[in-house]
Every structure is written in structure tokens, then in C-alpha cells.
């Protein structure tokens, strides 16, 4: 069910950062946790990659309003410990959530 109201603005680039760099719990929405299952890809490679263990970037031109959570979602890519290019997309409440992960070369398949 859609969230309604006003949408309200995203988090502060710098904040975001701070946040993830604090290393927050990661917590899986249910399509996230069936794409890394699907996937082949290890949740210990995706809190690397978003605390800052493992090389991260930004990708802000791919954030979307998620009106089924009500929440902006923030796009991530990195590196996972054997070199495979992982775009992480989360949602932040109290921790982070886990919107979706896939290899951006090979969406949907298996890394």
C-alpha cells in the first residue's frame, strides 16, 4: 500500500555518508532478501560496501521515491571482495534497508 502526504527531501549527501560510515544494522525488505539469495551475493559484501569497508560510490541521478515504503531510496555502487560490481539500492529508517542488490552488467542474473 502507498504511503500518501507530502514526500519529504532526501538526506543530506553528507549526512547519508556519516550514516552508513557509522556503520547502522542492515535489514533486508522482503524483495531485497529474495535478489540476494537469487543472486548468488553475500550480505557481508553489501554492509562492506555500504560502511565504507569496501570501495563505495554514490550514483544520486538513479534515487527514487519508494511510495510503497514511503521513503527515498539511495543507489550505491562498489566492488564486492571478489571484484563484482554490486549497485546496492537501501532505504533509511532506524538502520538501513535493503531495497535491492544486482550486478549492474548482468541485471537479474546470477554474480
Known sequence: MAVKGKRPPKIDEKQ???FLDSRPPVNETH???GRVLERGIYMADV???LWGELPRWREPS???WEPLLGKWSYSFRGKDRDGQE???VIAIDEGVLLVTVYNPAHKGERV
Open 31 to 33: 524483495h531485497g532478501e
Open 86 to 88: 554490486l549497485r546496492i
Open 16 to 18: 547519508l555518508l556519516q
Open 62 to 64: 538513479r534515487d527514487r
Open 47 to 49: 554492509r562492506n560496501i
